[in-house]
């Protein structure tokens, strides 16, 4: 059964620092990682998705990577801004017969301070 | 093109009640999945449909929890009687088909009293 792991649960940062958030899971064997962005009172929102083959993904100040072998992807936010302060959910994807499967961690909620 | 629609937005019922729930998906989304939030936690698939056929209902307490989605399109996710565990936020998705990426509702917050 996979297991999905987010650290830290809770991060305050002040507007313009970088930071990264962590993602591990116990079953390599996935068809993709996801990661979501969930803002209070809201359903997600997609943010990056890493096929199983490919080691990374950028979309303007968000960057995240994939290593299989490891069990761990993290998300890299560059200066970081106010309206980035949501929820974060990593979600792996199985690959088992025609059930693709998301499995969630807890998150990291992320305050940026101004 | 229109999102995934939920209604009711939020829902305070008693213990013991019944209470259902409504997902109308996007257009042309063949798949269908309904999510069970607690606070704190992230979301666990109760129940997933492909057209109007169930694919993996596993982690649905069967006891209480009902669905269906009926001429593939709409959704309703009942609960009868309703726990207090029951309290969350329930969630919908779809996605075009279920190797693709899935489109999330705004979800219905549940309140048992």
């Known amino acids: 059964k996979q297991e999905v792991t987010q650290i830290p649960a809770a991060l305050s940062v002040p507007e313009g620092e970088n930071l990264v958030l962590n993602c591990s899971f116990t079953?390599?064997?996935?068809?993709?990682l996801q990661w979501f962005r969930q803002d209070p009172g809201k359903g997600l929102t997609s943010l990056l998705l890493i096929q199983s083959s490919q080691r990374e993904q950028t979309s303007g100040r968000l960057n995240a990577s994939l290593d299989k072998s490891s069990g761990r992807s993290t998300l890299y936010i560059a200066a970081s801004q106010p309206g980035d302060s949501a929820t974060y959910l990593c979600a792996s994807t199985g690959s088992g017969g025609s059930n693709y499967k998301l499995t969630f961690g807890k998150g990291t909620l992320l305050t940026v301070n101004p | 093109e229109a999102g995934v629609a939920q209604s009711p937005r939020y829902k305070i019922i008693e213990k013991r009640q019944s209470v259902a729930f409504w997902c109308n998906p996007i257009?042309?989304?063949?798949?269908l999945y309904w999510y069970q939030q607690i606070l704190g936690q992230g979301p666990k698939l109760l129940i997933q449909f492909q057209n109007n056929g169930v694919v993996d209902d596993s982690q649905l307490p069967k006891d209480r929890f009902s669905a269906e989605r009926l001429k593939g399109v709409d959704s309703t996710l009942k609960i009868q009687p309703a726990k207090l565990e029951d309290s969350a936020v329930y969630l919908c998705a779809s996605s075009y088909r279920g190797n693709q990426p899935q489109h999330f509702g705004d979800g219905t917050r549940l309140s048992i009293l």
């Open positions: 257009s042309g989304h063949a798949t």
């Open positions: 079953d390599s064997a996935i068809y993709n």
